[in-house]
């Protein structure tokens, strides 16, 4: 198959949504935003080897891919609606693309995101989507609204996908069982859209935790001008997490938990009176959003141990270019 | 400089256009689109190695990866406003790094383009540029307007880029002073913004050539359902390329001119009316538009040589999978 036969294969479709007047397969894409709502524009890029493993089932990529974006839409508290997809990949392999968009397509589906446009090219395998969301006029959570006095919250539990790549790397030993479901955590993590929207006029701040907890959460102070003291015992996590901290793996499993990244949970700031909109938004979504610290007035993050002693110094967050 | 402070010195600023609420530095960016008007969004991906050389001048590939991009923009008869850039990157390296946001932001800058957000990895270099552009509702150019009688037209001149690299290649001969001035064109291509905004209402259906002149007007034929005669010796072009095409590098120079790709330039079609139009718009902007053709009711495109006679078989146009 040449370029535009893949093209029209896998990514051709007819606009779904009346807000599409021209989808794929022009120069651009022409979306028509609805009066009152502003967009949210993202970008994310995954490269074989760095965000995914060369023999990894590309269905479970293409659910990355995307979901990776959305998880950024959620935490800016916008309705995702629209998607591109750039790809370099390094032949027109049918098999290999068809199950990309297999994965790819069903976490749109469920989410109602069109895609509207996209580019192919030959080179080292790398994903690029970009996608786009609608919040009302104002309405956008940004990292910069987190106040003294704040609580820092969690969805979710935290580690797992991290703690996946270190059973992968023989760092720290599982059972069959625990391995699945941490790899689970690792290749095809939900996006948090629901909680996202749900949080509109709810969270002072909100981001999406994609390069570990201490580290994203930094990335709110920085940009608030606050700091944070948050408790190493209230930071959800699974079982094995659990046990693996009470046990001679600790120092891995501190690393997977606070620093580890691909968790695409949402960390968020509210003012303690949101405490019971909060509980009640955790129930409707049955997701776990657990208080974890306190914002306060002195910058830096502190970590509390489970003896109430600072935890230092801090795993270091993943830098792509460390 | 690890990726943070890679992004904050040379991809974060403030916000410049009163339409960006919120811009680089958070989970997304939060645009306001203006009443009346429609976003057009293009997305395009480039690869070290197949659309630029490994020592190629990082400045260049700046100007390049924005430019076409904002081609596709004009093609759409979109004003061109926002940008996200995602990058793969081999290392941080400052100076590459430096040199390519001089080449991006001095283009962005003419077009009054604001970057609002982007990516950095590490992995092989490879550049993906989402491009966000504005038309008044309704006013967007496609590529499936043409009309039986109506002529084609195209902007500048076309093959140099393509025969650029055909020197590099040593497959043609060429002067030094030649030399230069068709590398010009492949390096640092013009997007034809002013023109793309002028064709609105003028033009039937419009796109830009990135892949070469016949398949890429056979995409505007497909589109709309009819077909093309175009006259081989009313293609505008070079010196150079005038000269080549009289020769016995006639091959080489056919495929350049026909099939090369790079050119950057627009490819429209009109009704036969709206010619004063395009020669005043032509001498506003100071761009040749040529027109080489007419639309036909037959299905494909057939190009008559200087003799009348038709081409065949086409020279192919360039395949990313082929």
Redesign the interface.
Known sequence: ????E?IARYFRRSPRSADV??GI?????????R?GS??????????????FAANADPEGIGHKTLAVNLS??A??G?LPR?A??????P??DPQWIAAFMRGFDALATRYDVEL?????????R?L?V????E?P??A?I???GARVGDVVYVSGTFGDAALALAIEAGRVPAQAHERSSLEHRLDRPEPRVALGIGLRGIASA???VSDGLTGDLGHILD?SGVGATIDLAAVPCGDVMHSLLDGNARAVALQALLAGGDDYELCFTARPAMRERIAALARTLALPLTPIGVVTAEPGLVVRDERGETLSPLPRAF????
């Open positions: 198959m040449n370029e535009f893949v007047r021209i397969g022009d120069d651009g894409a022409v979306i028509v935003s009066p502003e967009l949210v524009v993202t970008v994310d890029m995954l490269v074989e080897g760095r965000h950024d839409l935490a800016m916008a629209f591109l997809l750039a790809g370099a990949l032949s027109s509207i446009g996209g580019d192919t090219t030959r080179g080292p790398t690029c970009t996608a786009i969301g919040v006029a104002g956008a940004t990292r910069s909100a981001l999406d940009a830098d792509h270019f460390g």
